[in-house]
């Protein structure tokens, strides 16, 4: 069974870096799109960041520039590099995997989510 699990989140301060990964556990994920949704506590589940197959990415207005999303095909792993982390990143990041279709990430799939927490 396909899976994906997520790893990195913590407890961080305003201004900290923080790196996650997602391991998917099938090279089913390998020619499709993966990426980072994250949901904090009364909001709605959004969109951080993703990469398809070939490279290309897409990032939110409120990760461009302080984000990168990045990609190990040869492990199945993809990387969500957080630097300058602002109270309002705080939330629950999942990852995602799916096909990309005009440039979005298209979801089929989603991990359980790894929880980030930022003190200011």
């Known amino acids: 069974q396909a899976r994906l699990v997520e790893s990195g989140g913590g407890l961080v301060q305003a201004g900290d870096s923080l790196r996650l990964s997602c391991e998917a556990s099938?090279?089913?994920?390998?020619?499709?799109?993966m990426g980072w949704f994250r949901q904090g506590p009364g909001n709605e589940r959004s969109f951080v960041a993703a990469?398809?197959?070939?490279?290309?990415?897409r990032l939110s207005d409120s990760a461009e520039g302080r984000f990168t999303i990045s990609r190990d095909s040869s492990r199945n792993v993809v990387f969500l590099q957080m630097n300058n982390l602002k109270a309002e990143d705080a939330a629950t990041y999942y990852c995602?995997?799916?096909?990309?279709?005009?440039?979005?990430?298209?979801?089929?799939?989603w991990g359980k989510g790894t929880l980030v927490t930022v003190s200011s």
């Open positions: 995602a995997a799916g096909p990309w279709r005009l440039s979005l990430l298209v979801v089929n799939w």
């Open positions: 099938s090279r089913t994920f390998t020619s499709y799109a």
């Open positions: 990469i398809n197959w070939s490279g290309a990415t």
